[in-house]
């Protein structure tokens, strides 16, 4: 893909351009806990959205798009959102230039193999090359963890998704065969060492993305903040759901809404969840993790309600499996991947049966991709 990338900018311009990759991302527990100030458990992957880019002499930007077969052209001065892809790309300019960092005209053409729309996160990863890429060509010296803040702003502002810092992190500092544990309240974070001797990590894609997923993730995050907002009538030192026990949860908000009450049991549950995981994690205990990530499924499933039918069949189609230690959907939810850890030996045959029963019941394809852990956002040399 670096090689057709870079043919295709010399095609278009006439010079060599600069490449940058940056990675999807998995999750392996920890889910709707980054805007909650929890933990999360996420790693970059081995698919991965490319960017080539040069200057140019005008204050135009010049954007091409290999999988969309189409170009976007616009004055620096005149960006705006847009429905398209090139609103990721916009975004990022736009946070550069309220920053008052100083960019001129650029070309650049956008290439990926991330499954978009499958919850691998493929928008965090356009917009985390695109910081990248600019922050190389125009000599900006931003850090690292300010260019995640200026992509995870850019999906705010330009895609109109209130999304946590997880993905546009995970893209940004992955590292090869390592989980990274963050901290989303001090943004402190660790890289533990996945050892998955035998086993692989094995994305079932259901191939649906109902409309429902952004519209809910915004309710889900607001009954979480009045959850908080009650208990912090008794405890006014809470400033999330990180800082809150079941305990508190019990006295503050279950009188008041069950629903509300089950949502932010959901995410506390889930915090704590994580930091067992991660203790199985070092000692080597994969299948305990794998346990953790079966209750998380249910947790998401029947208390946070954000799984959907399709979800819902895959995981509950390998439960019991012994080749399959773990499973759950991932991400946001209503619809992308479940995520699983399974023995080697057993996945091409796992994968063939899903195949078939997922067909006959959905009428839907089941995707199946086998991901490593890799890398996070890097200048790329031929
Ligand atoms: P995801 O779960 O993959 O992040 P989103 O709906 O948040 O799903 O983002 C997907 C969007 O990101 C696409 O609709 C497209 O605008 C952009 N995108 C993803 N991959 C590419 C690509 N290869 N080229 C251009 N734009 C892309
Ligand atoms: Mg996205």
């Not at 549950?269 to 209750?295: H, N, P, T």
């Not at 991400?331 to 029963?357: H, Q, R, S, W």
């Amino acid at each position: 893909m670096l090689i057709s990338i870079e043919k295709k900018y010399k095609e278009l311009y006439n010079e060599k351009p600069l490449l940058v990759r940056s990675p999807g991302r998995v999750n392996i527990i920890g889910e709707h806990t980054d805007y909650n100030e929890g933990f999360v458990l996420p790693a970059a992957i081995d698919k991965a959205i490319y960017v080539a880019v040069g200057k140019r002499a005008d204050e135009a930007i010049h954007l091409f798009s290999v999988d969309y077969k189409e170009a976007y052209q616009v004055l620096l001065s005149e960006i705006q959102p847009t429905k398209t892809w090139a609103t990721y790309i916009l975004g990022v300019v736009h946070q550069l230039v309220q920053r008052g960092y100083s960019i001129g005209g650029f070309n650049l053409v956008i290439d990926g193999d991330i499954p978009i729309g499958s919850g691998l996160s493929s928008s965090a990863a356009v917009e985390c090359a695109t910081v990248f890429a600019l922050n190389e060509l125009f000599s900006l010296g931003i850090d690292k963890m300010e260019m995640v803040q200026i992509a995870q702003k850019a999906e705010h502002e330009y895609a109109g998704v209130m999304c946590g810092i997880m993905d546009q992190f995970a893209s940004m500092f992955g590292k090869k065969d390592q989980l990274i544990k963050l901290d989303c309240r001090s943004l402190e974070y660790q890289y533990e060492p996945l050892r998955l001797d035998g086993y692989k990590l094995v994305l079932f894609n259901t191939n649906v993305k109902h409309s429902l997923a952004s519209s809910e993730y915004n309710i889900r995050r607001q009954q979480c903040e009045q959850g908080v907002a009650w208990v912090k009538m008794l405890y006014p030192e809470v400033n999330s759901l990180r800082d809150i026990s079941m305990l508190m949860l019990d006295e503050c908000v279950l009188p008041k809404d069950t629903l509300i009450y089950k949502r932010c049991k959901f995410v506390v549950e889930e915090i704590q969840r994580l930091l067992e995981a991660c203790e199985y994690l070092e000692k080597g205990d994969i299948v305990s993790l794998g346990k953790k990530m079966f209750e998380t499924h249910r947790g998401l499933s029947k208390e946070y309600e954000v799984s959907c039918k399709e979800l819902d069949y895959l995981v509950d189609a390998v439960k019991g499996n012994h080749a399959v230690v773990g499973s759950r959907m991932m991400g946001g939810g209503f619809g992308g991947c479940t995520i699983n850890i399974i023995k080697e030996g057993a996945i091409e045959e796992i994968a063939a049966m899903l195949c078939t029963e997922y067909k006959k019941v959905m009428q839907l394809d089941l995707i199946t991709h086998v991901v490593a852990i890799g890398d996070g956002t890097a200048i790329q040399y031929l």
